[in-house]
């Protein structure tokens, strides 16, 4: 077991201990559930074979990690990264299952990915380990078996190219298969894809935001300040919903550095200004595209660091770790990335009365969006971007005040109370289906 799979079993077990009091008279049960659910249901594993643009054939390792199915199909992103590992997707999976068990959307939790670096391969060649993925996959996912998406480094364009393979995959094998679109999520508009979903999860984020700021009586929103941690997709669109609703966006960051504006700076210019100059550093300037000529550079350590209302890491996993976590001035982290706060700073942020806003909640908006396009694909039916949005808002509210109930009932941190109102649903499913 890597760090991330024994840090995903080490978390249920903590959440075991406090829930199995609930379950008196069925603790050997609830027993069997939990132990069920310390490993996936299954990891399957292959080599892929892809032929190169030379005309040599370079083999692939690629998993897919099955983890619980008990609330409806797996579900879960694929990841093209140089340092995949088993133990990698297997953790990746374990936090599905979670996810959408917190948000309450029907589904069991799955994560696939390919030990590769996407930038050494040619469209084609992409393209070709892409296909040959979707066949590996083809007889262990369905829309009522288990639904992949998008993760780090896969894009709509390869979704693309795994439905299209995975419905001549299927019909090869004569297997039935009514609705390939349904199997996947994250899809391109033209194929089946949902109005909304480039800005779900961080419009999910800023919906969280929005209750939590009643629930602490920040009235003024031009008070509330916010430091963004990462300005692709998930920061992008946090800073721009925030900013829409009056919220003070006062740095942003990317890998190249960051920018700290102390009157708030504005999104979509910002946005303009990076994609000019290829950094949102470059765009304290006096260009009348950018309007953040107060702006000051800063690094992304220092934007961590920054004494504002909200801190949202918003790009890559542990970048908040028992080095820095005292340093966090921070009343509230939203965690919009996945994993980006390490189990040894959950404990110093607790103990420094740090709020955490957990990233299975605050960054579900994405996998929720991928719900609403599985139904529409499933029902052939689309739904204007107005009517995803309408849908996404109560759902993530729901999740919210779920969430702040379990927290003040037990008087426990923010992820241990996402974390019990998830695992309590898992279990309780499985406890109903029985055979433990
Ligand atoms: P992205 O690739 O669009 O953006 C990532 C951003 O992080 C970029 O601006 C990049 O420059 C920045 N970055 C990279 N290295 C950095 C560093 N060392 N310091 C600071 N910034 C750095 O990715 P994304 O889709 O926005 O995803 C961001 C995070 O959110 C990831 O953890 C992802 O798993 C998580 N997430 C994304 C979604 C989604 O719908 N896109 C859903 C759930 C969770």
Known sequence: M?????????????????????????????????????KPDVVHETMLSVKLADG???????????????????????????????????????????????????YGGSKGGIVVNPKE???????????????FLSDKIGPWLDVPAPDVNTTGQIMAWMV??????????????????????????ELGGSQGRDEATGLGGVLVLEKLAEKLGWQRKKDVTIAIQ???????WFAKHADARGYRVVAVSDSKGGVYVPEGLNPEKTLECKRDTGRVSECRCTDEKCDIENGEELTNEQLLELEVDVLVPAALEDVIHQDN????????????????????????????????????????????????????????????????????????????????AIKEKHQVDGRMAAYLTAVRRVVDTMLLRGGL
């Not at 469209?123 to 979707?134: G, M, N, W």
């Not at 299209?164 to 391109?188: C, I, R, S």
């Not at 579900?364 to 609403?372: D, E, L, N, Q, R």
Request: net charge positive; with cysteine.
């Open 2 to 38: 890597s760090n991330q799979h024994q840090h995903a079993v080490a978390q249920l077990r903590r959440v075991a201990k406090l829930l199995r009091q609930d379950y008196a008279g069925r603790e050997q049960q609830f027993d069997a559930a939990i132990k069920r659910l310390e």
């Open 56 to 106: 040599s054939t370079k083999k692939f390792k690629a998993f897919r990690s099955q983890h619980n199915n008990a609330r409806g199909p797996y579900k879960g992103g694929i990841r093209y990264h140089q340092y995949v590992t088993k133990e990698e997707v297997m953790a990746l999976s374990t936090w599905m299952t979670w996810k959408c068990a917190v948000t309450g959307i029907p």
């Open 121 to 135: 391969l040619s469209q084609v060649e992409l393209e070709r380990l892409s296909r040959a993925y979707a066949r």
């Open 164 to 189: 299209d393979e995975y419905q001549q995959a299927v019909a090869k094998k004569g297997l039935v298969q009514e609705n390939p679109l349904g199997a996947f999520t994250g899809k391109p508009l």
């Open 230 to 236: 990462g300005f692709g997709n998930v920061g992008y």
């Open 325 to 404: 976590a005292a340093k966090i001035k921070a009343k509230v982290v939203i965690e919009m990335a996945n994993g980006p706060v390490t189990p040894e700073a959950d404990e110093i942020l607790a103990k420094n009365k740090v709020l955490l806003i957990p990233d299975i909640l605050a960054n579900s908006g994405g996998v929720t969006v991928s719900y609403f396009e599985w139904v529409q694909n499933l029902q052939g039916y689309y739904w204007s971007h107005a009517e995803v949005i309408d849908k996404l808002k109560p759902l993530m509210e729901d999740a919210f005040a779920q969430l702040w």
